[in-house]
């Protein structure tokens, strides 16, 4: 199964690379709307700590249901080391992450996030895959309010999704 796992992470990762290219070199072609994000407010799983992050993201439409992106968004990690406890969210794996996200209808959506590279040799950025959902509020006009949860693909070396939700805000621009 595991065999598996790590193969269908590797058509995963490949396709958000590719995306990413996209996103940068065919904007002409895209659905015309991008959002632009920020997320202000963050609680792990894990600690229970609510988090004043803010971290930015831009997002390009590519059709009315699938959109690709960027953040500045750490990925982190634990660190492990049989014999001592173990260190949450001590190492920064990347310090900015691509993601995609496919909207169910106009408010509900599902995401994947992954970081664009490693910084640590140990840490696959397979490891670090994260997927979740979200649903966004209209406040006023193109302003919105953003809520999503996401967790890891799959478990940490301790067993942990470490899960995590998210509160912040979305400006959507009608190109």
């Excluded at 958000?16 to 065919?26: K, N, T």
């Excluded at 407010?41 to 992050?53: H, T």
């Excluded at 959902?133 to 809520?147: A, D, E, K, P």
């Amino acid at each position: 199964m595991k065999k598996y796992m790590k193969i269908a992470n590797s058509i995963l990762l490949f396709i958000f690379r590719f995306s990413f290219f996209i996103f940068l070199f065919v904007p002409i072609f895209n659905y015309s709307q991008t959002n632009i994000s920020v997320n202000l407010v963050e609680r792990a799983d894990a600690n229970k700590d609510i988090k004043g992050n803010i971290n930015f993201s831009i997002e390009k439409f590519i059709n009315n249901k699938i959109s690709i992106g960027i953040t500045n968004s750490i990925a982190k990690s634990d660190y492990i080391k049989e014999g001592v406890t173990p260190v949450q969210d001590s190492l920064i794996v990347s310090s900015s992450q691509i993601f995609s996200k496919y909207y169910f209808s106009d408010n509900i959506y599902f995401l994947i996030q992954s970081p664009i590279s490693s910084k640590s040799p140990n840490i696959s950025v397979n490891d670090r895959i994260r997927v979740g959902g979200g649903y966004y509020f209209n406040i006023r006009n193109n302003l919105l309010l953003n809520i999503n949860y996401n967790l890891l693909l799959n478990r940490n070396i301790n067993g942990f999704r470490k899960g995590k939700i998210i509160v912040g805000f979305i400006i959507k621009i009608d190109d």
